[in-house]
């Protein structure tokens, strides 16, 4: 039994237990292999207490990301999905035009995640059917084995594996509809036809998906099925050129039912009277779906038999291949401009409702984190291909007697990323250019904030103040994060509309049209010709081949130790932890969402500890000798404080939403190293605003606790913050009178009291001559619960002590 239950969530690369308790020893209490909660213990597995006899406990739920070997290669799906959370970061329609708007932005995002499946598809058979089998393995005579049968034996392995990789992010997560079954809540609920975090059909997700994974499955298979009937036309045979147009018909097909797919999101509200023509739709279009999946299962096979016994010389290039290259990448560069545009006019379209939000709550670019993000996954997903073609090139070229050449265009992608790689080095030195001439004002900002008390003196040496300020100065770097990738973004698409210029007028390809002009040779330029002194084209093209065999060559060293281990794999799925949260939407293909397990099994566990019943019980029919919905506490506590660190900040609002009204004077939050502002409200305005974050703060008594050295999270609910020693500390709050507010700093301890909010700091100060406290090192992003400031904080939050 215990008066009140300190309950710890744990945000991105899933800290352990024992980290996450800070004990030598931690036992499971209740959960399974996925969500699982954690008490300390001692090394004999007898449960711990705090110092003051409080229940002490830890949410983990990092198992859904990073649990399994098989997660491990989820680095290859990232791409699919920076793409499939970009449909959660369109802004919410407020008028007809803007609804326009972002339907034709979401269609073009499922053409897009489209062809990223065919490009996926396309690297494989470069690398298993062109390079491997048709230029090494089949090659000039004399062959152990005849031509036909390698082709063959690649075709058949390259459908193998993009078969494989709709199952790579195939967890079964034993999902159950829970959400629809709970009682009316009304806090979290979204607008404009569109659900909210608060609302069941979020956690629906797409009801396309089925048949978008069939979809996309069919894609992937054409594309084997096109290079094969074109290698067996260029044997003479006459009827596999006739199928290949067939191909086609089928691809034109796919796209056709992809794009008049609707809104994932809008498609999940079933509260209009179209909810009966939407479910029609789902229907027809998964047997759709299926049909076509049949059709290029078949269309595999008519190529398999058509290479059966052809004349297979190996000479040159792979038949179909640079045609097939070409126009995924066309489609690819004209799908992502469209989608830029598309969501260029729906930010505009809301602009004025994205101005009612307080200014550090506004969206990232004005709305454009939509376009930004599914164009870092593009040139990703062109990195990966890229990288591995360049890499397995180079392995097989290493070998005696042989000679294999990767599409030229990837010359042209080689110097597009040695381009980038100069420009985004530029940008960094620039950066830490001007970062250093900040220098000295971070020293005197840290130099005030570590200098209080009654009288006020300094609490480190100088040496420590250095290193805080430089922290200080490091984390900030963070904030223009989105310039970069706005930049990265712009220069991507002129550097693609350049090679798409060349390729179009055939300037410099193969000396029909000499080197191209410029701009034009700037922007893609022109290798020197063999023998001849190495230029400067050369050396770009030199430095985005470096780059881009590192891209490949470290994805698969990554790949390889995360399979090996769960630490790397906590590592390497940090991106997933974080976008893994939103249901699938545009690409079927990404990993199962988790809120929809980690968000009950929170509920649940909250529920529990106040011993009263489950909110959000199991659809699935109970047996017929079940005492019930399941047990109840037989000690509850009075009271529980959900402390969410990071990414656990965003879960546990969710949950949060989803409690029993008649709870919540019992159940308090208190968050740190926190990205509810920075990121979510920003990058997610639909689903996270100020408007949500004040209503929830209100209910459960929210504080939140910040660093100036964090370098991944900031403040939530205050802004404007006076400069240490510039005059007295005053913020903006996110629940209080307008203008700037008063703040307080602890004579003790040195934190910023910004109303709801505490800025502690990094390390905790003692004294000069650090006797007092023991100063090893910046905490930055972590250890926030060894603060001398946290047992205060849960104290402030349960309202049994004053701030």
Known sequence: MAEWVELRVHGVSGAPPTYLLDSAHAAQVAGDDRSRCFRPSDSQGRELRAPDGHLLEAFHWGRWTSGSWMQGLWLLLTPFGMVNAAQFMLPAPVSGPSRAARALAGALLRVVALVLTALFALTTCLVVVDLVAWQWLVGPPPRPVAGWVVLVGGLALAAALIAGLSHIGQVDTGRRYRFGSAPPRDLGHGG????????????????????????????????????????????????????????????????????????????????????????????????????????????????????????????????????????????????????????????????????????????????????????????????????????????????????????????????????TALVLAGLVVGIRIAGSRRRRAFLARAQAATTFGAPPRPRLPAPWVQRVAAAMRAARLTDIAPAVVAVWTLLGLVLAVAIGIRLWTGAGAGGDAGDPAFPLSLLTGTSSDEGAPVSGEDVIIGIGQATLLGIGGGAVLLARGALRNEGARRALNVVWDVIAFWPRSTHPFVPPPYAQEVVPALVRRICWHLGVPDPLQDAVPAPADAAGPGPLNPAPADEVVVAAHSQGSLISLVALLWLPADVRDRVRWLTFGSQLRQQFARGFPHYVDADLLRDIGRAFHWLNLYRDTDPVAGPVTSWGHTHDGAGPPTSHRLAGPEGPQPDRIDPDTGRRVCGAEWRLLDPPPGDLALQTRAVTGIGGHSDYWRDPDWPLALDVVRGVAGS
């Open 192 to 419: 404009g036809g569109l659900a909210g975090l608060g609302d069941a059909a979020f956690f629906d997700g797409d009801p396309d998906s089925p048949a978008l994974r069939h979809l996309h499955r069919a894609t992937g298979l054409l594309v084997v099925a096109w290079l094969g009937l074109s290698a067996a036309a260029g044997t003479g045979r006459a009827w596999p050129g006739v199928l290949r147009w067939g191909v086609v018909g089928l691809l034109g097909a796919i796209l056709a039912v992809v794009v008049l797919s609707g809104d994932p999101e809008r498609t999940t509200t079933v509260r209009t009277g179209r909810a009966a023509a939407g479910a029609a739709w789902v229907r027809w279009s998964l047997v759709v779906a299926v049909v076509l999946r049949v059709l290029a299962g078949l269309a595999v096979l008519l190529a398999l038999a058509a290479v059966l016994g052809a004349d297979v010389d190996g000479a040159g290039r792979l038949p179909g291949l640079d045609g097939a290259v070409g126009v995924l990448i066309a489609a690819g560069f004209v799908g992502l401009t469209l989608q830029v545009l598309a969501t260029a006019v729906l930010a505009l379209a809301t602009r004025a409702a994205g101005r009612r939000q307080p200014r550090p709550f506004r969206r990232f670019a004005g709305g454009m984190a939509a376009g930004l993000a599914s164009a870092v996954g593009c040139y990703l997903a062109v990195g990966f291909t890229a990288g591995l073609t360049l890499g397995v090139q180079g392995i097989l070229n290493a070998l005696p007697g042989t000679q294999v050449q990767a599409p030229v265009l990837l010359q042209r992608f080689s110097y597009a990323w040695g381009v």
